[in-house]
T-cell receptor, first 116, second 117 residues
């Protein structure tokens, strides 16, 4: 398996622009997570999907952020409008099972977002 | 509020030495404690993990020590090698009540380890 695939790997945009990050989870995994990583706050969970349904979006910082999972093999994280403080590395992760705290989350390579 | 406190934030160790990273938590509902390793430009990857009913787990050169009463756990890397240079994250996992059963992982801030020859 190719692992979790994210695109683009790097994104540079100007403040106010819309940004869309994409993720393809590992085939067969039914849980998908979006994280944000910054030096100051480390890894933060933004939103979690199970079987394509958003379960917990309490980590989404504000209404400018939205995420969708139209099918089992694709998810997007959108920021509109983007702001310089959104600059971070955004990771997508997926896992197989739902009910076990021991289930391993497999992370993608991340998208480094820079908002000027 | 940082639920998993990790220290140090950076660590330099000579080749062959022991690297030690410490973590502490408050939430007694955490029931699984994984460590992730992240190389530059890559996503975190599971390295080793422990459940709270075990005080120690060893996999090769990597050992987790767990002290449930103190709510502390640590990662020891024996015979550290330059290839171990990476950022290490401790984490704690739980299935929150009324959550639909999903695993919620809380990460420490990370420790950047540099092993020098």
């Amino acid at each position: 398996d190719a692992g979790v695939i994210q695109s683009p790997r790097h994104e540079v945009t100007e403040m106010g622009q819309e940004v869309t990050l994409r993720c393809k989870p590992i085939s067969g995994h039914n849980s998908l997570f979006w994280y944000r990583q910054t030096m100051m706050r480390g890894l933060e969970l933004l939103i979690y999907f199970n079987n394509n349904v958003p379960i917990d979006d309490s980590g989404m910082p504000e209404d400018r952020f939205s995420a969708k999972m139209p099918n089992a093999s694709f998810s997007t994280l959108k920021i509109q409008p983007s702001e310089p403080r959104d600059s971070a590395v955004y990771f997508c992760a997926s896992s197989f099972e739902l009910a076990l705290s021991t289930d391993t989350q497999y992370f993608g390579p991340g998208t480094r977002l820079t908002v000027l | 509020q940082q639920q998993v406190k990790q220290s140090p934030q950076s660590l330099i160790v000579q080749k062959g030495g022991i690297s030690i990273i410490n973590c502490a938590y408050e939430n007694t509902a955490f029931d699984y404690f994984p460590w992730y390793q992240q190389f530059p430009g890559k996503g975190p990857a599971l390295l080793i993990a422990i459940r709270p009913d075990v005080s120690e787990k060893k996999e090769g050169r990597f050992t987790i020590s767990f002290n449930k009463s103190a709510k502390q756990f640590s990662l020891h890397i024996m015979d550290s090698q330059p290839g171990d240079s990476a950022t290490y994250f401790c984490a704690a996992s739980q299935i929150p009540l009324n959550s639909g059963g999903y695993q919620k992982v809380t990460f420490g801030i990370g420790t950047k380890l540099q092993v020098i020859p």
